[in-house]
């Protein structure tokens, strides 16, 4: 059995790290034991033989290291370092007597047990009285170690107090030397305010003089500013005056349905929504204005105009608007009037030209032609006009492209005859 008062006597095959070799019996440690306060690490055995030590002399249990008091309740197995030592290699203890085996220090006692179990019963005697001396050589050796500490501890105590008189003295030279640096800085910073005494003074004059050229400049530039403003006051007004005719022209370009609103209260005074000259003869049309509600012809309720004559041929007509769910038909149509010279001349007319103008929101325009070379044909519509003889044509458009001349909810049309010969 290699094992000595605290830790593992064996012959290592490597060197040993120093921080797994225990300071008091200076063998690998065994079972080791971390003390928390100051970290230091000590074979169980030997902490055991500290322990008993102090408790023999009824003194505190401290650190034999740096003799700080040890708290029995925070001392604990140090299973990290056990485990490094037990994985070091190790010969048998039995080598020179013919036993070749090497292995962990974890399968040595194994290995003693199994292979070389005479040979430890011949040494285990000798191996007793070996403990026995080294135990009593690490009492010993523990007990100078405390003695070699305590005679340190009052050597350090003599040398704190030789060096902290010998920093008092220090420290009076050092006071003294700055008293008389203090004194010369004094008369230092006499003359020095003198200097600056008078640097003021004559800063004070250039900063006077600043100030009145500063004021000189401020009224300069006070002038100078209510000039600009006269100015920018005067070219503001000139921008606002040509921002008005600009906007002025703007109404006048792109906002054609003025001209509608100018003519409403004129056209309201008809059912037919009719602007007609009158003669002695008969009620004769040289412009044509009309409406119709673009929701309501949407849904499925058609819509047309009073009749109203032409005066370049005294025909009477109307215009009318339908929808097929697609598209809205504009178209013109011709009716019998009490003008009328006889059924069968009623498609024997002067040639004429009809124009339709439709205008949107946004200075939109979409113009329909009609005229009289385009054939009169009666057909079956759902349009009902008991005087409705036939129809010169139906112009279309789309729903989507209806929209863009909406003005509050209805389409209004602008109409004028030509006469083509």
């Known amino acids: 059995m290699a094992e000595s008062a605290g830790g593992y006597d064996y012959d290592f095959l490597t060197v040993i790290p120093e921080d797994l070799i225990c300071t008091l019996c200076h063998f690998p440690f065994q079972n080791p034991l971390q003390i928390e306060h100051c970290g230091h690490i000590f074979c169980k055995e030997c902490y055991e033989q500290i322990k008993d030590h102090a408790e023999t002399n009824n003194v505190e249990l401290c650190c034999p290291l740096d003799r700080h008091i040890i708290d029995v309740t925070r001392v604990f197995n140090d299973k990290s370092d056990e485990r490094k030592v037990l994985s070091l290699k190790v010969k048998c203890p039995n080598f020179a007597v013919g036993c070749a085996w090497t292995g962990e220090l974890r399968e040595a006692l194994d290995h003693e047990r199994k292979c070389c179990k005479n040979q430890t019963a011949v040494n285990h ?13 690490t009492e010993l050796e523990i007990k100078v170690q405390c003695q070699e500490v305590k005679l340190e501890d009052k050597q350090k105590h003599l040398d704190i107090q030789t060096h902290a008189m010998e920093n008092q003295n220090k420290q009076i030279e050092n006071q003294k030397k700055q008293m008389d640096n203090q ?21 004070n004059k250039q900063i006077e003089n600043q100030v009145a050229n500063q004021k ?61 000259s009158t003669s002695s003869i008969m009620p004769v049309c040289t412009a044509f204005q009309w409406k119709f509600n673009a929701d309501e012809v949407r849904s499925d309720k058609y819509s047309f105009c009073s ?28 009716v019998r009037g009490k003008y009328d010279h006889a059924t069968d001349e009623i498609t024997k007319t002067t040639p004429f030209n009809f124009t339709i103008n439709i205008f949107g929101n946004n200075g939109n325009r979409k113009v329909i032609e009609f005229n009289s070379s385009e054939p009169i044909c009666v057909q079956a519509l759902k349009i009902s006009f008991s ?35």
């Open 183 to 203: 004194n010369k800085q004094i008369e230092n910073q006499k003359t020095q305010m003198k200097d600056l005494q008078k640097q003021i003074d004559e800063k």
């Open 387 to 421: 005087k409705l003889v036939g129809i010169c044509a139906f112009k279309s458009i789309s729903s989507e492209e209806i929209d863009n001349f909406i003005i509050d909810g209805d389409v209004c049309l602008h109409g004028s005859f030509n006469n083509m010969s």
């Open 125 to 137: 005697s000798f191996e007793m009285e070996l403990k026995k001396i080294l135990k009593r050589m």
């Open 216 to 276: 000189k400049q401020i009224e300069f530039f006070k002038k100078k500013f209510e000039d600009l403003n006269e100015q920018v006051e005067d070219q503001n007004k000139i921008i606002m005056d040509l921002k008005i005719k600009m906007e002025n022209k703007v109404i006048q370009i792109h906002n054609p349905s003025n001209k509608i609103n100018e003519q409403e209260s004129v056209i309201k005074k008809f059912d037919s929504w009719l602007i007609c």
């Open 307 to 334: 009749p109203f004559y032409n005066t370049l041929n005294a025909m009477c007509f109307v215009v009318m608007a339908d929808f097929d769910g697609n598209y809205f038909h504009i178209g013109l149509g011709r």
